[in-house]
């Protein structure tokens, strides 16, 4: 099913969800990971792939990219990215636990309280989205950052 066609109003609610947290003050590439990694987590093909590319428009390395997936045990990641991926991966994983008050302590320590509500936005955002993508089978690969996409007009042009 499109549900892009078959319901507007679900997919401009979800825009509108994006452009908050785009413009919320969290940067690009710590969103980028969130986003990647809950995506990883339920298994949103769609969602990693377009999310991935975003990433490395934006400028991510695909050391980074790469190892995202055991990111406890790579170097490559900030305490404060680090705390947002453990944070991503509770508030996914909800239903197994909750959040435990020790996580929420750490996260506390590298995220203000308005930046820990936006960092749970986009988690929720994206768990959103994947819910979407993977229900009405959205077929990766097709997607283009918008970055690639102009850069490519501009070259035909």
């Known amino acids: 099913m499109n549900y892009y066609q078959a319901a507007p109003g ?12 785009s ?3 969290l940067d690009a590439p710590l969103l980028n990971l969130v986003k990647i990694r ?10 990693i792939d377009m999310h991935t590319k975003d990433a ?12 995202l997936d055991a990111w406890r045990e790579a170097p490559f990641y900030t305490e404060r990215e680090r705390a947002a991926l453990a ?10 636990g909750h959040v435990p008050d020790e996580l929420y302590k750490d996260v506390s320590r590298h995220f203000g309280q ?9 988690v929720v955002a994206i768990n959103g989205w994947n819910r979407l993508a993977i229900s009405f089978r959205s077929k990766p690969g097709v ?15």
């Open 114 to 122: 308005k930046e820990l509500a936006d960092l749970t936005l986009a």
């Open 56 to 67: 490395r428009a934006d400028g991510e390395t695909e050391q980074r990219l790469y190892a």
């Open 10 to 21: 679900v997919v401009t609610a979800m825009r509108s969800l994006d452009s908050y947290i």
């Open 87 to 96: 944070w991503a991966e509770a508030v996914t994983h909800i239903s197994q």
């Open 38 to 47: 809950a995506s990883q987590l339920n298994g949103c093909a769609y969602c």
């Open 143 to 157: 997607y283009q950052p918008k970055k690639v996409e102009l850069a490519h007009r501009a070259r035909t042009a």
């Open 23 to 25: 413009e919320c003050g």
